[in-house]
């Protein structure tokens, strides 16, 4: 278990990476682009890109921030119930966020497909939607690794 929970880490903390040099790109591009706004020379294609590497940003940071547990938890009525109750709250709802992720994500790589299918680019520049609704589907089933780790921790007493 402890070599699925290290790879599942590893695997959410590659995924913020891509996440965060996306956005680096991001204010990169938009600096660059009020910069030679004000030459009369902008950059085609920012608000597609900006658009593009935010959605990047968002699903590729998203299993990393639950490994962290960096988004917001109300655990008032947890701390209330007695150990075993805790732990059973805690599965559920994890099974619950699995199953909606499994959705999501499969759902993402099929949209995924039929924008390449159906040849859907950005307006500007051309770039395929398709690449984006992919990666986003893939980080939502990571995202149910999490999960299941998070599962895993919980059980074996190493949750925080």
């Not at 990666?135 to 998070?150: A, T």
Request: proline share 4%; with cysteine.
């Amino acid at each position: 278990m402890k070599r699925f929970l290290v790879a599942v880490r590893d695997l959410s903390r590659t995924l913020n990476l891509l996440a965060g040099t996306a956005l680096l790109f991001m204010m990169a591009l938009t600096v660059g682009d009020v910069v030679l706004r004000y030459f009369r020379h902008p950059i085609p294609g920012t608000y597609e890109l900006v658009a593009l590497c935010g959605a990047v940003v968002i699903g590729f940071s998203l299993p990393f921030t639950s490994w962290e547990r960096g988004h917001i938890y109300v655990d008032f009525f947890l701390e209330k119930l007695p150990p075993l109750a805790r732990r059973a709250v805690q599965t559920i709802t994890r099974l619950m966020g699995m199953a909606l992720f499994l959705l999501i994500g499969w759902n993402l790589i099929l949209m995924g497909s039929d924008l390449r299918r159906s040849g859907e680019v950005s307006l500007t520049l051309q770039l395929p939607f398709y690449p984006v609704a992919y990666g986003i589907g893939v980080c939502c089933l990571v995202q149910c690794l999490v999960l299941l780790g998070d599962i895993i921790k919980v059980w074996s007493g190493h949750h925080e």
